[in-house]
């Protein structure tokens, strides 16, 4: 019973997570607040899933003082950052066969 809960619960979790980052990577530059008030989360719900999506490296921040006030701001990583260019070039690259 306690494994079927833990399966539901971890399922739960990479779903938020991927909500969160589908709305990022719709809505480039938002704050956590912005992000709380668009998803109807608590801003620490959002700071949580932030933390996950930072720490996989698919999403990065931008620091901003507003005021005197530090603002980070979120946007999605490149896809480009996670192509190994170097397969790629290998990849084309006819195999040398030799007879």
Same mark, same amino acid.
């Given at each position: 019973?306690?494994? !079927?809960?833990n399966?539901?619960? *971890?399922?739960?979790?990479?779903?938020?997570?991927?909500? *969160?980052?589908?709305?990022? #990577?719709?809505?480039?530059?938002?704050?956590?607040y @912005? *992000?709380?008030? !668009?998803?109807?989360?608590?801003?620490?719900?959002? #700071?949580?899933? %932030?933390?996950?999506?930072? /720490? @996989?490296?698919?999403?990065?921040?931008?620091?901003? %003082? @507003?005021?005197?006030? =530090?603002? /980070?701001?979120?946007?999605? =990583?490149?896809? !480009?950052?996670?192509?190994?260019w @170097?397969?790629?070039?290998?990849?084309?690259?006819?195999? #040398? %066969?030799?007879?």
């Amino acid at each position: 019973m306690l494994e !079927k809960a833990n399966k539901i619960r *971890l399922f739960n979790a990479m779903k938020n997570k991927y909500f *969160l980052y589908e709305v990022i #990577n719709k809505n480039h530059g938002l704050t956590i607040y @912005d *992000l709380a008030k !668009k998803v109807n989360w608590s801003s620490g719900k959002v #700071n949580h899933y %932030i933390q996950k999506l930072l /720490k @996989d490296k698919v999403i990065e921040n931008s620091t901003e %003082i @507003d005021n005197g006030k =530090v603002k /980070k701001h979120y946007s999605p =990583v490149s896809y !480009k950052e996670f192509i190994n260019w @170097d397969e790629i070039k290998e990849l084309k690259t006819p195999p #040398n %066969i030799n007879k």
